[in-house]
């Protein structure tokens, strides 16, 4: 079975606090892909990052960066300098390498960045 | 690129009535995906079209549910004799390839009394 674990419901930050999203998937497939998706109060999911199981790398986008470790399973989010306009729901996904062509989302963590 | 784009962007209906959605993916893109969101959860997936094939469907995908995309280009979903338990987000992404990352539409949101 594949699955996506996002524990922390809500994370509430003062601006300018760096602050990390927690990701841990589940899957038996050797190849799969993993993505960052983010939800502002308008609603509409906005993608943010994908990566290749393959590919181990960090990466590091302006104010976000990513650490993605096969070892423990977890694909987790950080965002510095933390600003409102970061306000919003996230949510880590995963697709399977096989047939399937579903992405299987997280519960999403609410992240409120305070003035 | 024009992004994918939905309508309507809000639907109230009454239980038992039949509604339909439509879908415009970015249109290079011949993946189209519908998903289903209901307050404090993840996107669910729904079925899976390349160009006109519908190749995958989940079995949220009740009988009562069904989903064209004929020209492979622009999709619908209709669902038939709505119930309250329907009332969610319905979220239609599109992508260049299985593998490439999904972009999502603002969704259509109904509502079921």
């Known amino acids: 079975a594949q699955k996506v674990t996002q524990a922390q419901t809500e994370i509430s930050v003062v601006e300018k606090e760096d602050v990390t999203l927690d990701c841990v998937y589940e899957?038996?497939?050797?190849?799969?892909?993993l993505f960052w998706y983010k939800q502002p109060p308008s609603g509409e999911l906005v993608f943010l990052i994908r990566?290749?199981?393959?590919?181990?790398q960090n990466e590091i986008s302006g104010r976000y960066s990513w650490n993605f470790q096969k070892s423990t399973s977890s694909f987790n989010f950080t965002i510095t300098a933390s600003q409102v306009v970061d306000s919003a729901v996230y949510f880590c996904?995963?697709?399977?390498?096989?047939?399937?062509?579903?992405?299987?989302f997280g519960t999403g963590t609410l992240l409120a960045v305070q003035p | 690129d024009t992004g994918v784009s939905q309508d309507p962007r809000h639907k109230i209906t009454k239980r038992g009535q039949n509604v339909t959605f439509r879908c415009d993916p970015i249109?290079?893109?011949?993946?189209l995906y519908w998903y289903r969101q209901t307050l404090g959860q993840g996107p669910e997936f729904l079925t899976y079209?390349?160009?006109?094939?519908?190749?995958?469907k989940s079995r949220l995908l009740s009988d009562r549910f069904s989903a064209e995309r004929p020209k492979g280009s622009f999709s619908t979903l209709e669902i038939q004799r709505t119930e309250q338990g329907d009332s969610a987000m319905y979220l239609c992404?599109?992508?260049?390839?299985?593998?490439?990352?999904?972009?999502f539409g603002p969704g259509t949101r109904l509502t079921v009394l």
């Open positions: 990566r290749n199981s393959f590919d181990e």
């Open positions: 249109s290079e893109h011949n993946r």
């Open positions: 079209f390349q160009n006109e094939a519908q190749l995958e």
């Open positions: 992404a599109s992508s260049r390839t299985s593998y490439n990352e999904q972009f």
């Open positions: 899957t038996r497939d050797t190849t799969y892909y």
């Open positions: 996904a995963l697709k399977g390498g096989g047939a399937t062509n579903k992405l299987i």
